[in-house]
T-cell receptor
Framework: NAGVMQNPRHLVRRRGQEARLRCSPMKGHSHVYWYRQLPEEGLKFMVYLQKENIIDESGMPKERFSAEFPKEGPSILRIQQVVRGDSAAYFC???????????FGDGTRLSIL | EDQVTQSPEALRLQEGESSSLNCSYTVSGLRGLFWYRQDPGKGPEFLFTLYSAGEEKEKERLKATLTKKESFLHITAPKPEDSATYLCAVLNQGGSEKLVFGKGTKLTVNP
């Protein structure tokens, strides 16, 4: 019974490159959430998606960041033209419906050189 | 704005020494309060959901309680394997599914 799968686990990019983070939710879960965890900071909400729809992107930076959850395949968090401040752990969570506990993957650690 | 404050930031216990972690919250109508455990290099692992004041949940050596302003995670006779960071998060009644997290309490249990 696989949990939330994120890949890659570690990603290194140079400033100005693009980062693509993938998340496959738990089986039977159609709600996906992305959070960011900066060093010494708590987890911060970024975006909430259902299949083919962005429901809430209130935590997403207005520029360079985008997210999708296509009909087929994993959810993708995309960061264009990365900067040093984007270095963080990015966690994906999923739930079967809203108002259910969110279950987290083990994250992608993004490092910007 | 919803806020969650956890205390203490770090706690060291001897094996068998019971204690409590605190989670104070301000939220515009509480829909649920969640406790997670996070090990180094891992994602948060769900422990409990509490929905209303007076509610309690138990799992092995852990018991979570909820009042209108705070939640406690009681750890009875902890073991070294209970060492982790414990996170508290709230969900408000505004319709958003956004969890608002505290910064966590790092628990170390020495043998």
């Amino acid at each position: 019974n696989a949990g939330v799968m994120q890949n890659p686990r570690h990603l290194v990019r140079r400033r100005g490159q693009e980062a693509r983070l993938r998340c496959s939710p738990m089986k039977g879960h159609s709600h996906v959430y992305w959070y960011r965890q900066l060093p010494e900071e708590g987890l911060k909400f970024m975006v909430y998606l259902q299949k083919e729809n962005i429901i809430d992107e209130s935590g997403m930076p207005k520029e360079r960041f985008s997210a999708e959850f296509p009909k087929e395949g994993p959810s993708i968090l995309r960061i264009q033209q990365v900067v040093r401040g984007d270095s963080a752990a990015y966690f994906c969570a999923s739930s079967p419906t809203s108002n259910q506990p969110q279950h987290f993957g083990d994250g992608t650690r993004l490092s910007i050189l | 704005e919803d806020q969650v404050t956890q205390s203490p930031e770090a706690l060291r216990l001897q094996e068998g020494e019971s204690s409590s972690l605190n989670c104070s919250y301000t939220v515009s109508g509480l829909r649920g309060l969640f406790w997670y455990r996070q090990d180094p290099g891992k994602g948060p692992e769900f422990l409990f959901t509490l929905y209303s004041a007076g509610e309690e949940k138990e799992k092995e050596r852990l018991k979570a309680t909820l009042t209108k302003k705070e939640s406690f995670l009681h750890i009875t006779a902890p073991k070294p394997e209970d060492s982790a960071t414990y996170l508290c998060a709230v969900l408000n009644q505004g319709g958003s599914e956004k969890l608002v997290f505290g910064k966590g309490t790092k628990l170390t249990v020495n043998p």
